[in-house]
């Protein structure tokens, strides 16, 4: 499976596919810290619900990069399963590079208000990321080429996640549990006190249920698809 990870990783970058998911994160973190210093939690969690459909573009992307013919020889070759998730390896790996280096960029231009519970900031900073990486990797497998044949419907798929993560994403919308905790991630950071424990377990818990339940319907159309 490494071999496999490797070779995906290395055409995303060496093809150039890179550069637009990467512009697109300086564009987002120039926006949030550009308009000064915010206590660590704030800054982060919005960074965090900012950076969702960047990298799920990012996702989707890597996917696309290989052939489609190459896939179903590797298919093949390792199994339906070891491919598929090589590819989603593959992919949690670049998030959470990206998300390493967006959790560092505002330290190089005194985005984060140290005067202000850095330390709890900081680690549900941290949180707030690695909550966003899971369902945005699964939006991008859901908007991948394998699944949706063709770039019309995957552009269609990330737009209306997108969409959908804001509005239902609401305080107060009908439905918030369609959508992953990307929102209430960010509105419970940015709350006068910083979330407790069970808060953070609902947050962590429904991010998992809602990603294991998409991951499964990628699996799901990979296999019809096939």
């Not at 993560?165 to 960010?186: D, E, H, I, R, Y």
Request: hydrophobic letters at 60%; glycine letters at 10%; aromatic letters at 6%.
């Amino acid at each position: 499976m490494s071999p496999l990870i490797r070779m995906r990783l290395a055409g995303f970058l060496r093809g150039g596919r890179m550069l637009p998911p990467a512009i697109a994160v300086l564009v987002v973190l120039g926006v949030i810290y550009g308009g000064g210093a915010s206590p660590a939690a704030v800054a982060y969690g919005y960074s965090a619900a900012a950076l969702f459909p960047v990298l799920a573009w990012q996702t989707k992307l890597l996917l696309d990069t290989e052939p489609d013919v190459q896939r179903r020889l590797a298919r093949v070759a390792v199994g339906a399963r070891t491919e598929a998730t090589a590819g989603l390896l593959a992919a949690a790996v670049l998030a959470l590079v990206v998300c390493a280096l967006a959790m560092g960029a505002p330290w190089l231009f005194n985005g984060i208000d140290t005067t202000k519970a850095l330390g709890p900031g900081v680690a549900l900073g941290v949180l707030a990321h690695l909550l966003a990486v899971p369902p945005a990797i699964a939006v991008g497998a859901l908007a991948s080429r394998a699944v949706t044949r063709g770039v019309r419907n995957g552009v269609a798929v990330l737009v209306t996640a997108a969409v959908l993560v804001v509005v239902l994403g609401l305080q107060g919308s009908v439905a918030p549990w369609l959508v992953p905790p990307v929102m209430a991630t960010a509105r419970a950071l940015s709350g006068r006190e910083l979330p407790g424990a069970p808060a953070l377990a609902l947050l962590t818990g429904w991010a998992a249920l809602w990603c294991a339940a998409a991951l499964l319907g990628y699996a799901q159309l990979r296999r019809s698809r096939s």
